[in-house]
Nanobody, 117 residues
């Protein structure tokens, strides 16, 4: 069983930046970020295995990276918009998962990101 935990959420003004971190308790192959805004379904944001994947809505603004030695993945979020406000969830799996939410076996508790206008 792999445990996953996020950190780094908070409140930021539009145009600002935040970096989310996610540490896994064991080695994983795929790690990803998903988000859920109030009243909306959870959606894919970014993922990383041997390559990176991004939702169209965040391309060019968000960057996912990982430190395999620390079993940690990061999400650098720049040029934040009010519509980026959501609870951001980290997900991990030992197999290939890509952008498919259903493929991820391990999930964090979520980190709130609020972008004020």
């Amino acid at each position: 069983q792999v445990q996953v935990g996020e950190s780094g959420g908070g409140l930021v003004q539009a145009g600002g930046s935040l970096r989310l971190s996610c540490a896994a308790s064991g080695r994983t192959f795929s790690m990803g970020w998903f988000r859920q805004a109030p009243g909306k379904e959870r959606e894919f944001v970014a993922a990383i295995d041997w390559k990176t994947y991004y939702a169209d809505s965040v391309k060019g603004r968000f960057t996912i990276s990982r430190d395999n030695a620390k079993n940690t993945v990061y999400l650098q979020m720049n040029s934040l918009k009010p519509e980026d406000t959501a609870v951001y969830y980290c997900a991990a799996d030992t197999g290939y998962s890509g952008s498919a939410e259903w493929r991820y076996a391990y999930w964090g508790q979520g980190a709130q990101v609020t972008v004020s206008s």
